[in-house]
């Protein structure tokens, strides 16, 4: 049986309390949360797996924060694959607030993670997979946050719309063109529109 340790990713406005289990250290420094796999790395044990209890409330992907509405606790396993090379993997499932693409209503938007990542700590990692990595693995310190964040930003859809036929809003008035028709000329917007176009623009029409 692989150890099992306790990680408790919450908001990163609150403080970190320390644990240290078994061999293994989940500490947070500030802000970061980092499991310390040193140890885990020259020791006999050939897996270890960590049980990420989150609190995360709001999630941002650069550009909007979404509010978190269900994330589950999930497990991590990280397992010897060779010579200073661990395999992460983890299969979670969260619930984001996310604005329909077209009528900007909040959609609850749910879909898997599905972490498969290799981590090679070797001095002859090329440079590609150190770019890849780099952002959740500091020296010999996995980054839990940074890690699920990441798989948040590869695994939420790209396209969200509150249902498959929704009409949108209008681009001239701004009217929920599901709730009724404005009878707006659309051919031609009102250049007075152009922020809320913008706007609309961020949100990548689809
Ligand atoms: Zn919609
Ligand atoms: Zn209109």
């Not at 500490?27 to 050939?46: A, E, R, T």
């Not at 396993?77 to 909040?106: E, F, N």
């Not at 798989?151 to 969200?160: N, Y």
Request: proline share 4%; with cysteine; hydrophobic share 35%.
């Amino acid at each position: 049986m692989p150890v099992r340790i306790i990680a408790n990713c919450v908001s990163k406005l609150y403080y970190i309390p320390y644990f240290v289990v078994g061999f293994t250290h989940w500490h947070g420094i500030g802000d970061v949360m980092l499991i310390d796999l040193q140890k885990f790395l020259s020791d006999d044990k050939d897996s270890i797996e960590i049980e990420v209890n989150t609190d995360l409330k709001t999630f941002s992907d650069g550009f909007s924060d979404y509010e978190v509405l269900s994330f589950p606790k999930m497990t991590l396993k990280l397992s010897k694959a060779g010579d200073k090379r661990l395999a992460c993997s983890g299969k979670g499932v969260i619930t984001l607030s996310v604005p329909c693409d077209r009528c900007l209503k909040p959609v609850e938007s749910t879909f898997d993670l599905d972490i498969d990542e290799k981590i090679n700590f070797s001095e002859d990692a090329n440079e590609d997979e150190n770019a890849v990595e780099k952002d959740y693995i500091d020296g010999y310190c996995l980054n839990i946050d940074e890690l699920i964040n990441i798989e948040i930003l590869i695994s939420k859809p790209v396209k969200t719309l509150c249902k498959e036929d929704c009409k949108g809003l209008c681009p001239v008035c701004g009217t929920d063109l599901n709730v009724r028709e404005c009878g707006c000329d659309r051919s031609s917007p009102d250049p007075r529109m152009s922020v809320f176009k913008d706007i609309l623009n961020n949100f990548k029409e689809v």
